[in-house]
């Protein structure tokens, strides 16, 4: 396994709170496609009292990645690393990424999915 870092180029969507990200490895060569969307919690105001604290979290949708079951623990905590440094703030620290894989079965049932890719 590799210990370079991943770099990421990441690009706001025509979506509130959805961004684009292409993912690097350390020979700058594209290794993942993504779209990120950054779950915030609600105020405390804005909940019960007796509601749970839950920690802002992103989740990362993987369109397209150079992974198989040899590398993907390697790709999600490299992935991971790059995404909690580039969206976390002085305002907000993003406390994990959660990681999803849409199936091919999926896309593939969706109309004019070969000729208009979803997103």
């Known amino acids: 396994m590799s210990s370079g870092a991943y770099t990421l180029r990441l690009a706001r969507t025509l979506y509130n709170e959805v961004y684009r990200a292409m ?11 993504l779209r990120i969307v950054p779950n915030i919690p609600l105020d405390r105001s804005q909940v019960p009292e007796d509601a749970p604290v839950v920690p802002a979290f992103l989740l990362v949708i993987v369109d397209d990645a150079d992974i198989n079951k040899d590398n993907l ?8 690393y ?38």
Not at 23 to 33: G, M, T, V
């Open 23 to 33: 993912l690097y490895n350390e020979n700058q060569q594209p290794i993942a496609k």
């Open 73 to 80: 623990i390697d790709f999600e905590e490299r992935a991971s």
């Open 82 to 119: 790059a995404l909690l440094k580039r969206f976390s703030t002085e305002v907000i620290s993003f406390q994990h990424c959660q990681f999803y894989y849409p199936s091919p079965a999926f896309i593939f049932e969706q109309p004019d999915a070969v000729n208009n890719p979803v997103m």
